[in-house]
């Protein structure tokens, strides 16, 4: 099958000796949504960029739609590009910006014409084609960036943080519309984003990425489920990592680590030695349920967020957990802090991993 984006072995260190990204390899099907998320400075722009072209590769290799273009131009690659201030030219009209493209790319004139008009159209935009790209609000100059990306006809769009500089309001908006146009267009889009939410929200697929490396590549629930990493499991959600000795195989599919808490049994094979438990795996159950790993600890802390309660559970002098259950239970709201509480959790919602 050949891929939208395939990246081999890519790596990048810039000439100061920065290693930015090594080894990075990925496959891209048509039409998917892939964000790369992760702190910055963990190498998602440069990524990104050396996608695009703007960025020479120091080893691997770029292939779109089975073709090698490592060597090849910005403006002969099937991809366009959305950076976070948009780069928009201030004193050029909103049409001329959105021409900008594809007079990049060698567009003749009538082409280029009935192009600009068209996505002008579908963006809504053409009231504003004449005024100067800096008498706009953010959200238009953000739409204005999308059509600029899109006026050309990339095969991949890429997108460099392009909600950064938005309110959070106007950010959920552009959101959704991100997605349904991406859905519409059935082009591939690669994101790059530091918000969690944003990444998770939007793609079919995450690309966490952490000093220069590819920790996971994964559906978001599959993050949330089955971190593979210990920087995973502590970068996304909101997880309980308990380090132990392998113990292991227990039944089919599953192993177990010894803890200072216990025997703690999870997905794994046993000759792992942490255990990652999702805060909303935890239950507060006073009954012994068999299977369940259980948990004796005190309330230190209870929030209730709507209709999720957060709690800290302190299960030793120097051990408190992060806990979420639904705030409408009634054991919920009657807790005190300080009082006896024993969790359960069930081994299926346990993932065992390497240190
Ligand atoms: P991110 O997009 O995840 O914030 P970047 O790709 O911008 O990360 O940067 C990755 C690393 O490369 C960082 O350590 C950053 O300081 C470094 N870097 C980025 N651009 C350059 C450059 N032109 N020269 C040297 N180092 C750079």
Not at 169 to 192: A, D, H, P
Not at 267 to 273: I, T
Not at 277 to 303: C, D, H, M, S
Not at 324 to 350: H, K
């Amino acid at each position: 099958m050949v891929h939208d984006l395939e990246l081999i072995s890519v790596g990048k260190t810039y000439p100061d000796g920065t290693v930015a990204v090594s080894d990075f390899d990925l496959k891209v099907e048509k039409g998917e949504f892939v964000a790369f998320l992760g702190p910055s400075g963990c190498g998602k722009s440069t990524t990104l960029r050396m996608i695009a072209g703007f960025e020479h590769i120091t080893n691997g290799d770029v292939l779109m739609m089975g073709q090698n273009v490592t060597d090849v131009p910005p403006e002969k690659r099937p991809t366009s590009m959305i950076f976070q201030n948009y780069a928009l030219f201030p004193h050029m009209s909103v049409r001329e910006n959105v021409a900008f493209g594809l007079d990049v790319k060698g567009a003749p004139k009538t082409e280029r014409d009935r192009k600009v008009d068209r996505i002008l159209d579908m963006f809504d935009l053409e009231r504003f084609a004449d005024r100067k790209a800096d008498k706009l609000s953010g959200g238009q100059r953000q739409r204005i960036a999308l059509a600029r990306g899109l006026v050309v006809e990339p095969e991949i769009l890429l997108l460099d943080e392009p909600l950064g500089a938005l309110d959070a309001n106007l950010r959920r908006i552009i959101q959704n519309e991100l997605k349904l146009l991406q859905r519409e267009l059935g082009i591939t889009f690669i994101f790059v984003t530091h918000a969690q939410s944003e990444a998770l929200g939007l793609s079919d697929r995450v690309v966490v990425m952490s000093n220069g490396v590819v920790e996971q590549i994964s559906p978001p629930r599959d993050l949330y489920r089955r971190p593979r990493t210990p920087f995973v499991a502590e970068f996304i959600g909101s997880n309980t990592v308990f380090e132990g000795i392998p113990k292991g195989a227990a039944d089919k599919g599953f192993g177990r680590i010894e803890t200072p808490f216990g025997l703690i049994e999870g997905v794994g094979l046993g000759n792992e030695s942490l255990a990652v438990v999702p805060a909303e795996a935890f239950r507060i159950t006073p009954q012994n349920t068999p299977g369940e790993i259980r948990f004796e600890g005190r309330l230190a802390e209870r929030k209730l967020v709507g209709a999720v309660g957060h709690l800290k559970v302190r299960l030793s002098e120097d051990r408190e957990i992060a806990v979420e259950v639904s705030a409408d239970r009634p054991e919920v709201r009657a807790l005190e802090l300080g009082a006896p509480i024993t969790l359960g959790v069930d081994p299926a919602s346990v993932t065992l991993i390497h240190t």
